[in-house]
């Protein structure tokens, strides 16, 4: 139900980009008006097309890990174990206001408890930098907007052992005409 009122706003808006302006001057006192209606006295008044202009995404997120020193499984871990990874942060729908350099604390949850192995964040389906043995992570230079973050569990060899859900979150950085002086 909250589609339908963005595409009627979109059709609308996109209706009167199309409609056509005429110009009306009165000869008696000079004064002139303007119209989305043709009249005999009117003149079309010929627009520009307008600027616009689509912001390129940030190719340059960088990740810093936190390695935290957890203790080795035992050797006794039983293959039956299930191996999961989760994000425990942000939420889902997180909203990061005022956020000037797009910094993004990152925690993973890796069950078993204890289990070293590689952790790969994925910021919007992309690798986000290295793979790291750490379950806290930084990223930094995120672009304003809704994005998504990821972590992928990887063995010795690279190997895919677990994937998270996806978590949707919002970046919102002030525009730079915004930001205070330092």
Known sequence: MRIFPIVLIGLLSASLAYAKIYRVIDKSNGSVTFSDTPSQMADEVKLAEPQTFSAPRSSNVQQTPQV???PQ???GTT????ISVSITSPTADQVFVNNAEGTLPVSVQVKPDGSRKKV???????AAGAAAMATSFTLTNIDRGQHTVA???????????AESEPVTFFM???RILNRSPQ
């Open 172 to 174: 919102q950085r002030p």
């Open 79 to 82: 293959p039956d174990s299930a």
């Open 120 to 126: 790969q964040l994925l910021l919007d389906g992309s």
């Open 68 to 70: 935290t020193t957890e």
């Open 151 to 161: 972590a992928k569990l990887l063995d010795d060899n690279d190997k895919m052992l």
């Open 73 to 75: 499984t035992s050797a």
